[in-house]
């Protein structure tokens, strides 16, 4: 079973760069289209970035695009997040997510238990 652990969150100024890592220690990451949302204090949670399970087909929120980079290394069980240029906007809990395709990215199946990223300005 999936069990997604994330980890690199913290307290970074407006400009700065963070990078998240997704670690899944239940090992069942083969075939998983992976993710990460995030929430921000009183928002709904909102997607950020997909890739497919090859690592070929990345997608972004139109608010991270250019800024965020998505990556996997499935040899690890893990998925990246490259944050650069962070905003005080940025600022949330982010969630690691595994769906079944790219099609369920709206309803993830697995979420991890969320990392804080804070930018100050």
């Known amino acids: 079973q999936v069990q997604l652990v994330e980890s690199g969150g913290g307290l970074v100024q407006a400009g700065g760069s963070l990078r998240l890592s997704c670690a899944d220690s239940?090992?069942?990451?083969?075939?998983?289209?992976m993710g990460w949302f995030r929430q921000a204090p009183g928002l709904e949670r909102e997607f950020v970035a997909g890739?497919?399970?090859?690592?070929?087909?990345?997608y972004y929120a139109d608010s991270v695009k250019g800024r965020f980079t998505i990556s996997r290394e499935n040899a690890k069980n893990t998925v990246y997040l490259q944050m650069n240029s962070l905003k005080p906007e940025d600022t949330a809990v982010y969630y690691c997510?595994?769906?079944?395709?790219?099609?369920?990215?709206?309803?993830?199946?697995?979420w991890g238990q969320g990392t804080q990223v804070t930018v100050s300005s």
């Open positions: 239940g090992r069942a990451f083969s075939g998983y289209e």
């Open positions: 890739i497919s399970w090859t690592g070929h087909s990345t």
């Open positions: 997510v595994a769906a079944i395709s790219k099609a369920t990215m709206t309803l993830p199946s697995h």
